[in-house]
């Protein structure tokens, strides 16, 4: 069974830093693109970034390029989503998915249960 | 940037057919899929790659796309059905998801 588990959010301040993980189990990490999605508080889904399983390829959304940086870990099979110069807008559940494949167009087969980001002063 | 267009809401009594539109520009190029997201619960796939249906999800989820419009289909829609219905499509390295919309079954 596929299980994405995400940590690591909390309460930052606007300007501050933070590192969301999410531990995946179930499938073979390194052969799938891995994606991060977000979804601010009573509002819609927004994708953050998405990672191939080599590493070598990512994007990111134009509202965090340039703050925002994802990595990963496949010997520990660990997906990380680095959050610099927060903003309030941040704000957020934030998702770990996993695609279907290795191809960086395919849909999210599974996600997990999110963890909160709340960027306040 | 890349947008999808969806309805806010979509109501539908028991046992009838709900239809959810998704419109974008050259959507019709792209091979859109759907998520549904219930309170509180994560999103989960129900239809992909335009009009496939995932292992687990009932027969009553359909996808279609005709021009730049794709549209989900639930016949015989149930109480079970309600929630939160997203679009998503790969577009030039980035992923869009639709606005979403809110589907109530009563």
């Known amino acids: 069974e596929v299980q994405l588990v995400e940590s690591g959010g909390g309460l930052v301040q606007p300007g501050g830093s933070l590192r969301v993980s999410c531990v995946a189990s179930g499938f073979t990490f390194a052969s799938y693109a891995m994606s991060w999605v977000r979804q601010p508080p009573g509002k819609g889904l927004e994708w953050v970034a998405s990672?191939?399983?080599?590493?070598?390829?990512?994007d990111y959304a134009d509202s965090v390029k340039g703050r925002f940086s994802v990595s990963r870990d496949n010997s520990r099979e660990v997906f990380f989503l680095q959050m610099n110069n927060l903003r309030v807008d941040d704000t957020a559940l934030y998702y770990c998915?996993?695609?279907?494949?290795?191809?960086?167009?395919?849909?999210?087969?599974?996600w997990g249960q999110g963890t909160l980001v709340t960027v306040s002063s | 940037s890349y947008e999808l267009t969806q309805p806010p809401s979509v109501s539908v009594s028991p046992g009838q057919t709900a239809r959810i539109t998704c419109s974008g520009d050259?959507?019709?190029?792209?091979?859109p899929s759907w998520y549904h997201q219930k309170p509180g619960q994560s999103p989960v796939v129900v239809i992909y790659r335009d009009s496939n249906r995932p292992s687990g999800i009932p027969e009553r989820f359909s996808g279609s796309k005709s021009g730049n419009t794709a549209t989900l289909t639930i016949s015989g829609t149930q109480t079970f059905d309600e929630g939160d219905y997203y679009c998503?499509?790969?577009?030039?390295?980035?992923?869009?998801f639709g606005g979403g919309t809110k589907l109530t079954v009563l």
């Open positions: 998503q499509a790969w577009d030039s390295g980035t992923e869009v």
């Open positions: 998915a996993k695609k279907a494949s290795s191809a960086p167009d395919d849909y999210l087969d599974a």
């Open positions: 050259k959507l019709g190029d792209k091979y």
């Open positions: 990672l191939s399983g080599s590493g070598a390829s990512r």
